[in-house]
């Protein structure tokens, strides 16, 4: 199985900030990684797609970015609707797996 | 806009088996994948399998001797059955749909929590 191991497991943050949130998959899925916003108690909510592909209705503030094995999720300006956890998923192969999460909390 | 809704019993004993469904709301489970996805309480998210609108399936190894996915196309929903379940069979389990244009999930359901429990 594909491991992805996301860096950090928690980050505090305040509104404005840049923050980015970086997966880190075992071997290569060339861009084959998605981005997903999950709040307490609610579905996730698809980000990103393809590494860098926003999904549609997705604030411009969020991006994308990385190719093999490094990706990055980068907030550019904190909003106060983005505190929240943030997986990211391969889809290269089978099984499908998730990092286990980046809590991001205010500070 | 389509619309995904898990259902099923919330309680499930030890042994025996969890059965949920997923109906798909405001579009057609054709010709796309479905997948199940469950999240085990302060867990990461862990995929379990896949169903295409044929029948064809693909699971996740470690769960595969114990789960089937069914679809049925004319009530426009799948299934998921997962047998001998034990205490880390605790989760929400969420339904979810693979995007044809992008190959990730793109729309997904609010969820169902199931509880093993004796």
């Known amino acids: 199985d594909i491991q992805m191991t996301q860096s950090p497991s928690s980050l505090s943050a305040s509104v404005g900030d840049r923050v980015t949130i970086t997966c880190r998959a075992s071997q290569g899925i060339s861009n084959y990684l998605a981005w997903f916003q999950q709040k307490p108690g609610k579905a996730p909510k698809s980000l990103i797609y393809?590494?860098?592909s926003l999904q549609s209705g997705v604030p411009s503030r969020f991006s994308g970015s990385g190719s093999g094995t490094d990706f990055t999720l980068t907030i550019s300006s904190l909003q106060p609707e983005d505190f929240a956890t943030y997986f990211c998923?391969?889809?290269?192969?089978?099984?499908?797996?998730f990092g286990q999460g980046t809590r991001l909390e205010t500070k | 806009q389509v619309q995904l809704q898990e259902s099923g019993p919330g309680l499930v004993k030890p042994s025996e088996t969890l059965s949920l469904t997923c109906t798909v709301s405001g579009g057609s489970i054709s010709p796309y994948y479905w997948s199940w996805i469950r999240q085990a309480p302060g867990k990461g998210l862990e995929w379990i399998g896949y169903i295409f609108y044929n029948g064809n399936t693909n699971y996740n190894p470690s769960l595969k001797s114990r789960v089937t996915i069914t679809v049925d196309t004319s009530k426009n929903q799948f299934s998921l059955k997962l047998t001998s379940v034990i205490a880390a069979d605790t989760a929400v389990y969420y339904c979810?749909?693979?995007?044809?244009?992008?190959?990730?999930?793109?729309?997904w359901g609010q969820g169902t929590m199931v509880i093993v429990f004796s």
């Open positions: 979810a749909r693979k995007s044809h244009s992008s190959g990730a999930f793109d729309v």
């Open positions: 998923q391969h889809y290269d192969s089978y099984p499908i797996t």
């Open positions: 393809a590494a860098s």
